[in-house]
């Protein structure tokens, strides 16, 4: 898939929250969301990425936002990481990569001199309508949060 640009439509998703419970892209419509891609629960990164977005909540919410993390993880794996960190936003599971190879976030990495596939760690600001505002894939955990805030301060400037 190629990778998605602003002003592209964010491509549909229904998978199950770490509580198991659907949830669809539509569910977020009149609400902008920060989707963002994540290879592993529970890791060094991906619990940084997810504990910034939790301490960027009440910045994220008073701007309009919702955050929803999506990995390979099951929801029962996802649920024990929401547990542990407090994380308090919704934790998607998608096992086949279905939704990472829409989105343009799963694909060839290297690691050590070896090739495979995997997440490439990715984040989308959604506007109301499902519009893509701005995407960044090979992200760091840590910016995640503020290149979708100095995406909004360009949008209201």
Same mark, same amino acid.
């Given at each position: 898939m190629?990778?998605? =640009?602003?002003? /592209?439509q964010a491509p549909d998703f229904a998978l199950p929250n770490q509580a198991g419970n659907e949830v669809l892209l539509t569910d977020f419509r009149g609400k902008k969301m920060l989707v963002y891609f994540y290879p592993k629960a529970d890791t060094s990164g991906c619990t940084k990425q997810a504990c910034s977005i939790r301490d960027? /909540?009440?910045? $994220?919410? !008073? $701007?309009?936002? +919702?955050?929803?993390?999506i990995s390979p993880d099951k929801p029962? =794996? $996802? =649920? =024990?990481? /929401?547990?542990?960190?407090?994380?308090?936003f919704a934790l998607l599971s998608d096992p086949d990569h279905s939704v990472a190879k829409a989105y343009g976030a799963w694909g060839e990495k290297k690691m050590y001199g070896k090739t495979?596939?995997? %997440? %490439? !760690? +990715? +984040?989308? $600001? %959604? /506007?109301?309508?499902g519009k893509i505002i701005e995407a960044w894939y090979k992200v760091k955990p840590l910016e995640t949060v503020p290149n979708a805030q100095t995406a909004l301060q360009k949008l209201t400037s």
């Open positions: 190629a990778p998605l =640009k602003p002003g /592209d960027a /909540d009440p910045d $994220l919410s !008073r $701007l309009g936002i +919702s955050a929803v993390g029962a =794996k $996802l =649920k =024990k990481f /929401d547990d542990k960190h407090g994380l308090g495979y596939e995997g %997440i %490439i !760690r +990715s +984040s989308f $600001l %959604i /506007d109301e309508g």
